[in-house]
């Protein structure tokens, strides 16, 4: 499955919703949620959604372990 760039709008509302969200948890599962949903209904998952993805992973990571 390949990637693509282009973002619908479902995806900028969640990149809104997520930039909006005091709690990086909750970016975080609006986030995975999203692109869960993309590839279980056979979509390509843009790039800058799996970025923000990873990006969100590391700072939760990075702030359980105190740093």
Known sequence: MGRRDRIDERTMEVLE???AEEDPRVAWGVVF???RAMKEAG???PET???VERHLRTD???QSQGR
């Open 60 to 62: 939760l990571t990075s």
């Open 33 to 35: 949620r999203r692109i």
């Open 17 to 19: 919703r997520i930039a």
């Open 49 to 51: 959604l799996i970025n």
């Open 43 to 45: 979509r390509d998952v």
